[in-house]
């Protein structure tokens, strides 16, 4: 179930969140250009905080847009990084960071173990929507979501403070690895991935999926 794999990642970020190599980094700079490990902290918190958000909202009458048609349609993705969506992504991560490394690793915790509490008890098929507005997604849509973020971003943190990137469930990283090798597919053409993939003499230079 795509809920089991989001909370096993949810839990190697919220370990992360509490290490001391964190607070030792704080207000350095992380590997993720733009952020400080401390923003960077906040903005890993933030994927597991807008999930209990999203559950708290009531369900949205909008019809639900596939997970692919989300990203394709998102603005941040070609957005160039000095843009004001970039910015606004940021400064998000950067509030949930003012509280400090202990008590954001310590809220995050509060937030995850509510999350194991509620998370079972929930249709995969409901309807729901980011704090921000829509459009809206399916509940494991929106796992899906938030658990690549939580993948991709477990990496940035753990590289930034010198950690060992924590090792996480076949079928989280499986279902991740699948989401962007399509998403990179939409974006530069099935061809250049199937090379990426394949003929190293062919590849392309990047197949990045953002």
């Given amino acids: 179930m795509i809920s089991e794999s989001y909370l096993a990642v949810a839990e190697a970020a919220v370990s992360l969140l509490g290490h001391r190599s964190v607070a030792d980094a704080w207000d350095e700079p992380s590997a993720l250009a733009g952020y400080a490990v401390s923003g960077l902290a906040g903005h890993l918190a933030g994927q597991v905080s807008v999930v209990a958000k999203a559950l708290d909202g009531p369900e949205p009458a909008t019809e639900p847009v596939a997970l692919l048609d989300y990203f394709l349609q998102a603005r941040w993705i070609d957005a160039e990084q000095d843009?004001?969506?970039?910015?606004?992504?940021?400064?998000?991560?950067?509030?949930?960071?003012?509280?400090?490394?202990?008590?954001?690793?310590?809220r995050t915790a509060e937030v995850l173990d509510r999350l194991r509490r509620d998370l079972p008890r929930q249709r995969p098929d409901r309807v729901v929507q980011f704090p921000w507005g829509p459009p809206s997604l399916r509940l494991d849509d929106l796992l899906t979501n938030r658990m690549m973020e939580l993948v991709v971003h477990l990496d940035d943190l753990a590289v930034s403070v010198g950690m060992p990137t924590p090792e996480l469930p076949a079928a989280a990283t499986d279902a991740v690895v699948a989401l962007l090798a399509t998403l990179a597919a939409r974006r530069h053409g099935a061809v250049p991935v199937l090379r990426a993939l394949t003929r190293a003499e062919r590849a392309p230079d990047t197949i990045a999926a953002f």
Avoid: K
């Avoid at 843009?83 to 310590?106: D, K, M, N, T």
């Fill in 83 to 106: 843009s004001e969506v970039h910015r606004g992504i940021r400064g998000s991560g950067e509030q949930y960071a003012e509280v400090g490394p202990h008590a954001l690793a310590a």
